[in-house]
């Protein structure tokens, strides 16, 4: 699933820097950014809490998503079409 699901953020066009773990970060840079990204995903459906700094270095800011066994391919899907649709509309990808 965790494959699956980088897969599509990739093909996406989206960052997801060098996660192997079902723990993926999605980079957007901008605090701001990564803010309205999770509130817009948040909207659609999707929970990907932003982390911003000082957790992270300024400029690196994300969303968090994790991956687990419970995820079918549909969930996934759902999520990767959250994330065309919201990225998109952000201007991120």
């Not at 901008?30 to 990204?37: D, S």
């Not at 990907?48 to 400029?59: C, R």
């Amino acid at each position: 699933n965790t494959g699956l699901f980088k897969e599509g953020l990739h093909d996406l066009g989206f960052d997801t820097g060098m996660s192997e773990t079902p723990i993926t970060p999605v980079i957007v840079g901008e605090e701001t950014a990564a803010q309205e990204l999770s509130r817009r995903l948040w909207d659609e459906g999707v929970f990907t809490p932003p982390v911003v700094f000082p957790t992270v270095a300024k400029g690196r800011a994300r969303v968090r998503t994790i991956v687990t066994a419970d995820h079918t391919p549909e969930d996934l899907q759902e999520a990767l079409t959250a994330f065309a649709k919201v990225g998109r509309d952000l201007g991120l990808i």
